[in-house]
């Protein structure tokens, strides 16, 4: 099999692999598109994605668009600031390869997690740091909290799902946050869906209402260190289940919002169709 490099000289501080057969990104949307290209010359290509989640993210884009997702693989070098996707991967299975599922968001993919609302709002801020104040890596996403903590809580979703059952599950009205997820990790530090597995062939859809910022200060730790998402979608303690939920499902469509976060890069939208896409790509770890 073919194997190529690719790394983005503008993650993680220029940190990582440079080589022969090593191709430099240029700008953003370079990786997806050099990975497509290349898949239609031979599919049958390994890359070694070098960069942050949001190249990991371009990489898994451009194996989906070239429709190469059961011959190409991918091996992930994370050089970013959160690296949130590779930290769902096993770790004591080094150089085996398995087919993961993939999120389709509208018309183009993720790996990892989609974010609406506060979670949104953090990275967005937390790129502010990084970019204006040159602060990266988890003290920017902690500066982000910080921020979006102080600015008006809690937008108006419609939220409608299909569940893993086949059943329906719906909710409109004001949210503080919702997470569609593949992965377990967001933020650089947050294990905020700690039963998602990349193999089951479903999302977890986590919704948080809006409420106030006592109540936030007594979710947030337990959001962070993975205890407020117990298994089977228990929320813990119970007294937080008249505020948080989390269902197993297929597909969801969410509106009202102002911003999506697809594995860390925000986009402006007001309505977004996610689903899942099993065994969509091959991962060696």
């Given at each position: 099999?073919r194997?190529l490099?690719v790394?983005n000289?503008?993650?993680?501080n ?15 949307g370079?990786?997806?598109r050099y990975?497509?290209?290349?898949c239609?010359k031979?599919?049958n290509?390994h890359?070694v994605v070098c ?12 194996v989906?668009?070239a429709?190469a997702g059961?011959?190409a693989?991918?091996?992930?070098y994370p050089c970013g600031?959160?690296?949130?996707t ?5 770790k004591?299975q080094?150089g085996k390869?398995?087919?993961l ?6 018309d183009?993919f993720?790996?990892?997690m ?13 790129a502010h740091?990084?970019h204006?104040?040159?602060i990266?890596?988890k ?5 982000g909290?910080?921020?979006e903590f ?6 108006d979703?419609q939220?409608d ?6 059943s329906?599950?719906?909710?409109h009205?004001?949210c503080?946050l919702?997470?569609?997820?593949n992965g377990?990790?967001?933020g650089g530090?947050f294990?905020?869906?700690?039963y998602?597995?990349m193999?089951?062939?479903v999302?977890e859809?986590i919704l948080?209402k809006?409420?106030g910022?006592?109540?936030?200060l ?7 260190n ?15 289940s008249?505020?948080v939920s989390c269902?197993?499902?297929?597909s ?5 919002m ?5 594995d860390?890069e925000?986009e402006?939208?007001n ?6 896409v ?7 770890y």
């Open positions: 099999m194997k490099t790394f000289p503008a993650a993680g220029g940190k990582g692999h440079d080589g022969e057969n090593c191709y430099r990104t240029v700008s953003k370079d990786c997806r990975i497509k290209e290349e239609a031979d599919p290509t890359f960069g942050g989640d949001g190249t990991l993210n371009e990489a898994v884009c451009g989906m668009d429709g059961q011959s693989s991918i091996t992930a600031s959160g690296n949130d590779v930290k769902s991967f096993p004591d080094e390869t398995e087919q599922d993939v999120i389709k968001v509208n183009r993720g790996i990892n989609i974010n609406i609302g506060f979670d949104c709002n953090v990275v967005k801020s937390a740091f990084k204006k104040l040159k990266a890596g003290l920017s996403y902690i500066l909290v910080i921020r102080f600015k008006p809580f809690g937008e979703f939220i799902a299909v569940l893993e059952d086949g329906s599950f719906s909710y009205g004001p503080l919702c997470a569609v997820c377990q990790w967001c530090s294990h905020s869906s700690p998602s597995d193999r089951d062939g999302l859809l948080v809006k409420t910022r006592i109540n936030f007594k979710l947030v730790g337990k959001y962070q993975g205890t407020l998402i117990g298994e089977n979608g228990k929320i813990n303690p119970e007294k937080f008249n505020l269902h197993r499902v297929r969801v469509t969410v509106a009202g102002k911003q999506v976060c697809t860390g925000v402006e939208m309505r977004v169709l996610i689903s899942v099993p065994s969509a790509i091959r991962f060696t």
